[in-house]
């Protein structure tokens, strides 16, 4: 069965940092495309950042691009989001999702608050 | 950047209702799209693929058509488990993007 969980998210202040991690497992991690998504408080659904199976092409939406690097460690089975600068704006769930164009599976997300 | 444009915003049905949804690209994405459902709380479902492909075990009165800029999700016979946000994707060229969602509520 295949499996998305994210940690790492929580409460962090405007200007600060926080990296996201999403733990694979029930497919062949290495050989699959990964993506970030995220979903602010009772809003629609924005693509965040995608990387390649080997992790040698990544895209960024503009919105978080030069704050935010994705990445991989396809040896433990995991992707990251290493997100600074953040902003109120950034406030969403951030849900890790399987994709090469279609999101076939999904985490159960996580959520990052930035406040003060 | 590719808009994706649905319509309604949201839709009150019944049980056993054929529901429409439609989702219109801002430029044209050739068969590039899916569609998702999200319930409350929960991440989304993929349904339809391709603009047409029956995502694996989805129940068959989901029904996805179209091409170009012009798509449209079916949903031939309402369930009770089918109230909930519909959005759909357009994964023609990064950065990919969303619709904006489309309510289906209980009439």
């Known amino acids: 069965e295949v499996q998305l969980v994210e940690s790492g998210g929580g409460l962090v202040q405007p200007g600060g940092s926080l990296r996201l991690s999403c733990a694979a497992s029930g497919f062949t991690f290495s050989s699959y495309e990964m993506n970030w998504v995220r979903q602010a408080p009772g809003k629609g659904l924005e693509w965040v950042s995608y990387i390649s199976s080997s992790g040698s092409t990544i895209y960024y939406a503009d919105s978080v691009k030069g704050r935010f690097t994705i990445s991989r460690d396809n040896a433990k089975n995991s992707l990251y989001l290493q997100m600074n600068s953040l902003r109120a704006e950034d406030t969403a769930v951030y849900y890790c999702?399987?994709?090469?164009?279609?999101?076939?599976?999904w985490g159960q997300g996580t959520l990052v608050t930035v406040s003060s | 950047d590719i808009q994706m444009t649905q319509s309604p915003s949201s839709v009150s049905a019944s049980v056993g209702d054929r529901v429409t949804i439609t989702c219109r690209a801002s430029q044209g994405i050739s068969s590039w799209l899916a569609w998702y459902q999200q319930k409350p709380g929960k991440a989304p479902k993929l349904l339809i693929y391709a603009a047409f492909s029956l995502q694996s075990g989805v129940p068959s009165r989901f029904s996805g058509s179209g091409s170009g800029t012009d798509f449209t999700l079916t949903i031939s016979s309402l369930q009770p488990e089918d109230f909930a946000t519909y959005y759909c994707?357009?994964?023609?060229?990064?950065?990919?993007?969303f619709g904006q969602g489309t309510k289906v509520e209980i009439k």
């Open positions: 999702a399987r994709a090469g164009h279609y999101f076939d599976y």
């Open positions: 994707q357009q994964a023609n060229s990064f950065p990919w993007t």
